[in-house]
């Protein structure tokens, strides 16, 4: 599957994922559904951030939309946070919806803005190929606690950084092989300045 393509169908999942949320009764629904959304929404952001922008910024250069797209997901990412940690209070309701209306603004600029110009720049592909390292590295976060990541890239985010690095394993393999890539200029870095 094409990058765009999994990322539209990511857009889809978390969408129906929302209204889910909405029509559940009862604390313990909303909140295995809600554990669903928020890692499926993490992991959406670390494939975007450290597979997809990257390429996106090589072809095309940092430009309004793409940094509007960063910012937003530092947004998204502090309201996946307040949501989570309102769980079971009164607020996680107002916090959801809002949330909901940020990913929906964000889902619709990049789809009818963004990615058309991202398809004419990167061609298929290299979409192709993204797509296959991206979908291989959502399953992976899949397995993860989504708080790890998010908290991660919060603390970056806060510390005002525009592009956010992944937290490092030492003992990871795929951390190992990044680092490589990297080094040898396979994958660009996607550091704050």
């Known amino acids: 599957m094409k990058a765009i393509e999994l990322l539209k169908s990511q857009h889809r999942d978390v969408a129906r994922l929302f209204k889910e949320i909405e029509s559940a009764e009862g604390v313990t629904e909303k909140r295995r559904l809600f554990f669903e959304l928020a890692s499926n929404l993490v992991g ?5 951030r450290d597979i997809f922008y990257p390429a ?21 990412e502090f309201g996946v946070y307040q ?5 079971g209070d009164d607020d996680f309701d107002y916090k959801c919806k809002v ?12 789809e009818k803005e963004f990615f058309p110009k991202v398809e004419k720049a990167l061609g298929d592909e290299t979409l192709a ?7 291989e590295a959502f399953e992976d976060s899949l397995l993860e606690d989504f708080r790890k990541p998010l908290y991660n890239n919060l603390q970056q985010v806060f510390a005002g950084a ?3 690095e992944p937290a490092e394993d030492p003992d990871d393999e795929k951390t190992e092989t990044k680092r490589s890539k990297a080094g040898s200029g396979q994958r660009k870095s996607s550091k704050s300045a």
């Open 44 to 48: 959406h952001d670390g494939i975007e």
């Open 99 to 110: 949330l909901s209306e940020m990913v929906e603004h964000h889902v619709e600029e990049e």
């Open 162 to 164: 525009l592009k956010t």
């Open 56 to 76: 996106c910024e090589e072809a095309m250069g940092m430009n309004d939309l793409l940094g509007e797209a960063l910012v937003e997901h530092g947004m998204i």
């Open 129 to 135: 190929m993204l797509g296959e390292e991206m979908a």
């Open 83 to 87: 949501a989570s940690e309102a769980l």
